[in-house]
């Protein structure tokens, strides 16, 4: 019996130092935080015509341009194909809910400019790859670099595990003229399943009114991105430069706001209060589904 005791004694003083320290709490290790998601380019070569490319889980957006109005008539052929030969595409990486709790989170937001090559789209980037490099002529080269350029200038401006806003300049048909604006998608992913919602809306200027509307895109959306073109430099009677601008933002569902919505969703910076926001919108019934790009401008506040 003593024999026992002592025993059971000596367990109680080993376990000791584990369970009490020297009297205070245990020790805890430090919980990491969350990975914020990034944003990368897109591997030139990557697929993205029949959905997302390998390693992602959404093709969140892909662009198809398409000419519909503007100086049409005077627009040469060469011009027309260089145009409409580049698409725009936004994928994102979402990793789904896990064991013991985990909530689904996202990982990352990815951009590219593709062509098509043959039967494919590939992303295209002055580094190739060769095959959809060798399909562009001289002016197809030069709008690369550009829209590279444009590409490069997209940011993430807010960010969780769960949400990202993601800004891009654009040109868009505002009241008759071109104008380069931003586009922002918001990319809302559902902790507990991993669902994805995009909401997207542009933002006019510096100083920009607030939107009457914001727009919620379908899920893996493919549009018509319907262009106006429009001549921006003659030598003499000949025109030899055009502007092409989208006749409108992506197409979706319109969300109405209210006015302190949309003052709200201009003014507010901090994430923890923008994401709860924008969740909320994206739970909002839609007033109808966006006209055709080309016939309307683009949702604002007058």
């Known amino acids: 019996m003593v024999r026992h005791v002592v025993r059971i004694t000596c367990l109680a003083m080993l376990s000791l130092p584990i369970a009490c320290g020297s009297g205070d709490a245990a020790p805890r290790l430090p919980v990491e935080p969350l990975a914020l998601p990034e944003l990368v380019h897109l591997e030139p070569g990557a697929e993205v015509g029949q959905g997302p490319p390998g390693g992602w889980t959404h093709r969140v957006v892909r662009s198809v341009p398409r000419l519909v109005s503007g100086d049409l008539e005077a627009l040469p052929e060469s011009a027309s194909a260089t145009a409409t030969r ?15 709790g985990r909530s689904a989170r996202l990982i990352r937001v990815g951009v590219g400019n593709a062509v098509p090559v043959g039967d ?33 200038r997209g940011r993430l401006i807010a960010r969780s595990p769960t949400f990202a806003l993601f800004q891009t300049p654009t040109v868009l048909v505002v009241e008759g003229r071109h104008r380069e604006v931003d586009l922002h998608y918001a990319l ?27 727009l919620r895109l379908a899920p893996e959306l493919s549009f018509d991105a319907q262009l106006d073109a429009q001549i921006t430099r003659r030598i ?34 901090a994430v923890d209060r923008l994401e709860p926001l924008l969740r909320s919108l994206a739970e909002k019934p839609s007033s109808a589904s966006q006209a055709p790009a080309h016939e309307h401008g683009p949702v604002r506040r007058k």
């Not at 580049?86 to 013991?100: D, L, M, Q, S, Y």
């Not at 399909?135 to 550009?146: N, W, Y």
């Open 188 to 214: 809302l992913v559902d902790p507990a399943s991993g669902a994805l919602t995009t909401l997207c809306w542009p933002k006019f200027g510096e100083n920009p009114s607030p939107p009457d509307a914001i």
């Open 236 to 269: 003499g009677p000949a025109p030899v430069s055009w502007s092409f601008a989208m006749t409108g933002p992506p197409p979706g569902d319109r969300i109405p706001l209210s006015d302190a919505e949309a003052s709200a969703l201009v003014t507010l910076k």
């Open 120 to 152: 494919r789209e590939l992303v295209i980037t002055r580094l190739g790859p060769r095959e959809a490099f060798e399909t562009l002529g001289v002016v197809d080269r030069v709008v690369l670099i550009a829209a590279e350029a444009k590409l490069n």
């Open 86 to 100: 580049f698409r725009t595409v936004i994928t994102a990486e979402v990793e789904p809910p896990g064991p013991r």
